[in-house]
């Protein structure tokens, strides 16, 4: 592991090292050893030593411990609290760069310009920022995110510069050195070095023009002076200031007091978002798109066409210096410098660059139009590569990379389904020494055990999931226990336990205030199951299941609405809200009680959004198979009344639950059969479930992947990729349906697997 001690035991003479430059290796040690505690899950114990201290490594480890109760638990204080404290650490890290190039005592990298650590800390603070404010209710706030990530690449990228010009002289100065050494093997050794780095110091330096932005835009010279910097990204104000670059004062109101005309809820024009003093970001609030041409924020892309597909040149760059393709990434790294400084900035970078990449890889197409302020898109392998090597660091930016990594790939890979199914998609292996490695250093952090839960979950091995959180205990941290119950709930119901399943979305509501609604929504859904379970054997029973659901069921509409994504009511807010109001109308004029009126199982429709599927078993899904049949079956009287509607979301379902048998063929025949000859006109209006016309052509293009991915070797079947492109590409067509950003972050996922096999998308 990368450690800080040994520089102070030696390395450089005493009489070299000032105060000052002692200050701040004693500063960002202190304060990476205060954060640690939140690996423990003993945020307050690492606030209490961070609020000793006041330097920008203090401030940035406090906005690490807001940002972690903000993202685990998604509560709108905290969220708003996160914001607050990382523009601190933003401004106080602005201030320190700013003047520490002018102290003659700082310390001096033989790699990067003075003052180049907190270039990294406002990186930090602006990514952590972008992602708060993405989780904040406000579209405005969502904007200034995008260009926050904007900004920390312009900054990142500002430090690669200096690395390339390091790498430059370093490899003349090897190549003299093994000259006048001759064929040594010391010389030897550092020959190869030099040719390694020789190449990436021969790389281009200015970013790649497919990136959306013009070379003059993005290009950085190689030193850190202040007007570069205030070029790179406008200069925040103080903290003391009344005032900062993220404060919603800068706003002003458009004019609503006009005659005749009702006022919108909200205001449908031209928006211009403050992205710092002075300046903005233009949105087009009626299409809800960017507007670049009329945004005066510096360092924007100078073209207002959709983003490459490619990264920058910068990130390639980074690839090249810390990556080492013969199996020791560390090698490369440890010959640069062992300085704490120096090991910050460059643990740093790995975080920031591997999450940024990451990020930006799975944003949904309904959010493309706010790519354009970023210029580029994600690249999920290389950001994970990245990732990967920041975890080699023993400090917080490994333990960070770590949690984001698990996170991705124990959640979010099962959120999705076209992915090749060998490969880094999923590898196991290391997934599992990371986790053994990281159990080892924070062995009290719940953080860890809900990640191997969640392993398990991955592994199809629900039961012990569920099992492993019972036994691990209550987190002391009160957003880590709402997410531990959160993913109980989730296994519950991918095992169809439903009374389990109930209980603890009930016990969420205690938890948390995220969704009330959706959680009462699935309770009241498994209580439908254990009333159709019951309705024949046990009349008894199930009269007790249909008073519990109809409970349930009533406190769903007046817990929606309370909580906003990005100025709109939760997706899952509104999906809930109308399905209980199409069950209320259909028990009016069916004269039956609300429980009959329900349709095709509610309990199956959660699993599909959840893509619970991919976690399940056969014996699980063969579970889901009967809870679908139920509806067709003699014990539902109301199946004759059903219209297409309903009979849709039953093929979708029981397609979408073959296709997870490996039974594509079947699957593919019934969307064929049953959906895709429909006019997709009539799946829309009223209180119709407008999802299914979308989602069973992306599951077309599922069933076409996984055929094409039958063997491994998808790439040998271009013909396979190119229709499963164009299925996802029938599902884009189709324009807005409920819960569309879910599916879309699947597509997104998918199109990013098939561009990686040469299929443009």
Request: charge should be negative; hydrophobic fraction near 35%.
């Amino acid at each position: 592991m990368f450690k800080v001690g040994g520089w102070l035991r030696g390395h450089t003479p005493a009489h070299a090292k000032s105060l000052d430059s002692l200050n701040e290796v004693a500063q960002i040690q202190d304060a990476m050893s205060s954060v640690k505690y939140v690996m423990a899950d003993d945020i307050e114990s690492a606030e209490e030593h961070l609020n000793k201290g006041s330097s920008p490594f203090h401030q940035l480890g406090a906005g690490v411990c807001v940002f972690m109760r903000a993202t685990l638990g998604f509560e709108p204080e905290i969220v708003r609290e996160a914001a607050s404290a990382l523009s601190l650490a933003e401004n106080s890290a602005y201030e320190h760069q700013r003047s520490v190039s002018k102290d003659p005592n700082a310390y001096r990298s033989p790699i990067y310009p003075p003052g180049t650590e907190y270039a990294v800390c406002q990186a930090e603070a602006q990514l952590m920022s972008a992602v708060v404010g993405v989780l904040n209710e406000s579209l405005t706030e969502a904007i200034k995110s995008f260009y926050k990530l904007r900004k920390a690449y312009l900054a990142l990228e500002a430090i690669m510069e200096n690395e390339k010009r390091f790498l430059k002289e370093r490899s003349t100065s090897s190549v003299n050195s093994m000259a006048s050494r001759g064929s040594s093997k010391v010389g030897s050794d550092r020959s190869n070095t030099a040719s390694s780095t020789s190449k990436t110091s021969q790389l281009p330096t200015s970013t790649n023009a497919s990136a959306g932005a013009s070379t003059s835009s993005l290009r950085q010279t190689t030193t850190l002076t202040q007007p570069e910097l205030k070029k790179a990204a406008p200069e925040p104000k103080k903290a003391t200031d009344n005032e900062d670059d993220d404060d919603d004062d800068d706003f002003v109101d458009a004019e609503e007091d006009r005659r005749g005309d009702e006022t919108p809820v909200e205001y449908m024009g031209h928006l211009n978002v403050p992205a710092g003093e002075g300046v903005s970001v233009g949105l087009n609030n009626v299409e809800r798109k960017v507007d670049l041409p009329s945004s005066s924020a510096p360092g924007l892309p100078s073209t207002n066409e959709d983003p490459s597909d490619s990264v920058p040149n910068a990130i390639e760059y980074f690839e090249q210096l810390v990556l080492n393709d013969e199996g020791n990434p560390e090698g490369d790294i440890a010959t640069f410098s062992d300085h704490p400084v120096d090991v910050f900035i460059l643990s740093g970078a790995n975080f920031c660059f591997g999450m940024l990449l990451l990020i930006l890889s799975f944003i949904p197409p309904s959010f493309a139009s706010l790519l354009k302020i970023v210029g580029f898109k994600g690249d999920r392998e290389r950001g994970m590569k990245m990732l990967w090597q920041a975890t080699k660091f023993h400090n917080i930016h490994g333990a960070m990379a770590g949690v984001v990594l698990m996170g991705y790939l124990n959640g979010f890979t099962n959120f999705c389904d076209i992915l090749p199914s060998s490969g880094e998609a999923y590898p196991m292996e290391r997934c599992r020494a990371l986790l053994r490695y990281m159990r080892a250093r924070y062995p009290k952090s719940h953080l860890w055990l809900l990640e191997e839960s969640r392993m398990f979950a991955s592994e199809k091995q629900l039961e012990t999931a569920v099992q492993f959180l019972d036994n691990a205990g209550e987190s002391p941290l009160k957003q880590l226990e709402a997410l531990s119950w959160f993913e109980r709930s989730l296994d519950n119901m991918y095992m169809h336990d439903y009374e389990a399943t109930a209980f603890a979305f009930e016990k969420c509501v205690t938890l948390n205030n995220w969704s009330h609604a959706l959680y009462y929504h699935i309770a009241a859904a498994s209580c439908v199951e254990l009333y159709r379970k019951n309705k024949t054997a046990n009349p008894t029973e199930a009269k007790k299941y249909a008073i519990k659901a109809e409970e349930y069921m009533k406190k769903v509409v007046p817990n929606t609405g309370k909580k906003k994504f990005m100025a709109r009511q939760l997706p899952f807010d509104t999906f809930v809200a109308r399905k209980v109001q199409k069950w209320e109308a259909r028990a009016k004029e069916w004269n039956c009680d609300l429980v009959d009126a329900v349709g095709v199982s509610p309990l199956e429709e959660m699993i599909y959004f959840w893509n619970g599927y991919k976690r399940m078993r056969d014996d699980h899904l063969q579970v889901s198979l009967a809870n679908l049949a139920w509806s067709e079956s003699s014990e539902n009287p109301y199946w004759e009344k059903e219209d297409l509607d309903e009979r849709s979301i039953l093929n979708v379902l029981r397609a979408a639950t073959y296709r997870s048998m490996n039974r594509t063929a079947e699957a593919k025949a019934i969307l064929e059969k049953e959906i895709l000859p429909v006019d997709r006109t009539l799946f829309a209006g009223g209180l119709k479930d407008n999802w299914t016309a979308p989602c069973a052509r992306y599951e077309m293009a599922v069933n076409v992947w996984r055929e094409a991915d039958a063997d491994g070797h998808p790439e040998t079947k271009p013909q396979m990729l190119t229709e499963c492109k164009n299925w996802l590409d029938e599902v884009s067509k189709g324009g807005r349906f409920d819960l569309d950003t879910r599916i879309g972050m699947r597509i997104a996922s998918g199109r990013g697997t098939l561009r990686k096999l040469g299929v443009q998308c």
